[in-house]
């Protein structure tokens, strides 16, 4: 049995069957990073001979209607799933009231109790608020924007997170006005290079960034679609006051945990009493043997969708099947979607020193420039690769690092490479495709500690 009942937003947004990446994450927000990539192309397009004989102009309404109608397909897959599967889909919201006993509450107050064996966890967690005058009242996030029924105009993204510059990056490629605000450290968990690197790229692209300020009131000036807001913000690092005016203001500061309500302080499951998230072992078990959590709840993993999945369908094996393999939560491949996008496995350079010690590592790195790039006369070598090996592991890849185009669909086949153990020898000796981005990995001969350039030679 499955219990999904979404509490509306602040705004009054909910959605259906498949849960954040589906309907408020990884899915809306790809495909408008797609839109705004295809705004891009349309420009480089001139430079390869097309002619346009119209002015071309986005239109949001279009884009998210079209988004839309697609998570709505998907929400259907997702009940014949569960229908053909003979899982039980109850549209309720779950609570523990004793040991292995629910009370399931729908959305017109009507409770049922169940019982059962064994519970998983795997609640999520919905955006933050800052707890100031204004921000549930004017402010929207990411619970609302991919349904946004008009169009954002200039936009205040708060909050230095995946979520936060992914959004600012696909904004501002839609020709929008973007501002950053940022109260201290961009991609927060990230490696603090790339997350620098990330940043000056969206600042070619027009995205301003607002370092070490925090909003303290958000003001309505004007109602509207959008309206206009004033945001008043303070340093944190003295007593500097700025105000700002926007139409739309995105809050992107964190997500919380939804452990708080579902009862788990009267069975005794252990939680995390500042993030509310659960510790659990290395099997996913949790204080109480028989409940079980997996995804962005459990404490000290990595919050995103296929790491849940995959840890949801290795406790099921185990559970049901008889298997024993567990989840690998260090090599857990990545990808933050913003205009220039950053794929990376394994440790960030940060983590990898604390682990290992400077001394006992290798960091090999490279700028680079996509072919595709080079006619329309744009942004020479501002990607960016790295990898981190251990010298005394056989010298191990430890930790892959890449700032470009498609960098998912690169980091992808690396995180494979590195599952089986890929040493920095076994990319010298592989041949690269010619001419692709991938293939400055096979060619890596600067190392950091050189201090030679990094900037690409040749083709």
């Not at 309206?227 to 139409?247: P, R």
């Not at 950053?342 to 983590?351: D, F, L, S, T």
């Not at 690092?401 to 980091?411: C, D, F, N, R, S």
Request: hydrophobic share 35%; glycine share 10%.
């Amino acid at each position: 049995m499955v219990l999904d009942l979404v509490v509306p937003s602040p705004q009054g947004t909910s959605w259906g069957l498949g849960g954040t990446c589906v309907n408020v994450g990884c899915i809306p927000k790809k495909l408008m990073h797609q839109a705004a990539l295809l705004g891009q192309a349309l420009t480089d397009s001139r430079k390869f001979g097309w002619e346009c004989s119209q002015q071309v102009k986005h239109n949001w309404e279009t884009m998210t209607e079209a988004i839309q109608k697609h998570v709505g397909s998907l929400n259907r897959s997702y009940q014949r799933a569960l229908r053909e599967k003979a899982v039980a889909y109850v549209n309720s919201y779950g609570e523990f009231v004793e040991h292995h006993k629910i009370k399931a509450t729908n959305g017109k107050g009507q409770e049922t109790y169940y019982t059962a064996a064994k519970f998983v966890i795997a609640t999520g967690e919905r955006p933050r608020y800052l707890g100031i005058q204004g921000d549930k009242e004017y402010c929207i996030t990411s619970d609302d924007l991919f349904s946004l029924p008009y169009c954002p105009g200039a936009t205040l993204v708060v909050g230095g997170s995946s979520v936060a510059l992914e959004c600012a990056g696909f904004l501002a490629g839609l020709g929008l006005e973007v501002t950053v605000m940022v109260s201290s450290q961009l991609l927060q968990g990230f490696d603090q290079e790339m997350a620098e690197k990330v940043a000056s790229s969206m600042q070619q692209l027009g995205v301003r960034f607002l370092r070490k300020f925090v909003p303290v009131e958000v003001q309505q000036l004007e109602k509207g679609s959008p309206g206009k807001l004033k945001v008043v913000a303070k340093s944190t690092e003295g007593t500097e006051m700025i105000e700002g005016l926007y139409n739309t203001v995105l809050l992107a500061i964190g997500r919380d945990s939804c452990t708080k309500k579902i009862g788990l302080e009267k069975i005794g499951v252990k939680v995390n009493e500042k993030t509310g998230k659960i510790p659990v072992n290395d099997v996913e078990q949790s204080s109480v043997p028989y409940v079980y959590a997996v995804g962005d709840v459990v404490e000290g993993q990595p919050e995103l969708m296929p790491v849940a999945v995959q840890a949801g369908r290795l406790l099921a094996r185990r559970l049901f099947g008889g298997r024993l393999e567990k989840c690998d939560y260090i090599n857990a491949p990545t990808v933050v979607f913003t205009p220039l996008e950053y794929g990376c496995c394994g440790y960030a350079e940060e983590k990898a020193v604390e682990v290992y010690r400077k001394e006992n590592l290798e960091v090999y790195h490279t700028l680079f420039w996509p072919l595709e790039w080079t006619v329309a006369c744009r942004d020479s070598n501002t990607c960016y690769a790295k990898i981190i090996y251990s010298k005394f592991d056989n010298d191990r890849v430890i930790g892959f690092h890449v700032l470009g185009p498609k960098a998912g669909e690169i980091t992808q086949g690396f995180a494979a490479a590195m599952k089986c153990g890929l040493t920095k020898q076994l990319l010298d000796d592989t041949i690269g495709i010619h001419p692709t981005c991938a293939q400055v990995f096979t060619t890596l001969e600067i190392t950091k500690s050189s201090g030679l350039d990094a900037t690409q030679k040749g083709c």
